[in-house]
């Protein structure tokens, strides 16, 4: 994507990435359902429901922006790291009507772990 980004535009790569994967998507979904009438029932759920899609795009539009500029391996390591100390956190509060996990000792140790392998990653 980064290099896709760098040849017509962040945002331009960041549309195509993202009608694509539309269109991919409603095609999984008539050959799986061979209908698209569950799409209705999306506007019904709590809006909150919906960051997913919100947060994959900005992973999306992310990752095209700075993998020319910081490397792919830098980008890929702050994503996971990010993702990890995300869910470590929705899980320590039940956010989003998860069973709460305790954040022990061994889910600290192995975040603080991959925030030094993401550092190394990112050092030059």
């Known amino acids: 994507m980064g ?3 760098e040849r017509i535009g962040s945002l331009e790569a960041f549309a195509v990435a993202a009608l694509l994967t539309a269109v991919l998507a409603v095609a999984a979904l008539v050959i ?26 900005f992973v999306v539009l ?5 993998a020319p500029r910081i490397g792919v391996a ?4 702050l994503l996971i790291a990010g993702q ?3 869910g ?8 989003f009507g998860v069973e709460k996990v305790p954040l ?21």
């Open 3 to 5: 290099r896709f980004g």
């Open 32 to 57: 799986a359902r061979r209908s698209v009438t569950g799409l209705g029932e999306a506007v019904e759920t709590p809006p909150w429901m919906w960051l997913g899609g919100l947060f994959g795009a």
């Open 62 to 66: 992310t990752i095209t922006v700075t």
């Open 74 to 77: 830098a980008v890929v390591a």
């Open 84 to 86: 990890l100390a995300m």
């Open 88 to 95: 470590a956190l929705i899980d320590r509060f039940g956010w």
């Open 104 to 124: 022990g000792a061994t889910r600290l140790a192995g975040i603080a772990l991959l925030a030094a392998g993401t550092a190394l990653v990112l050092r030059k």
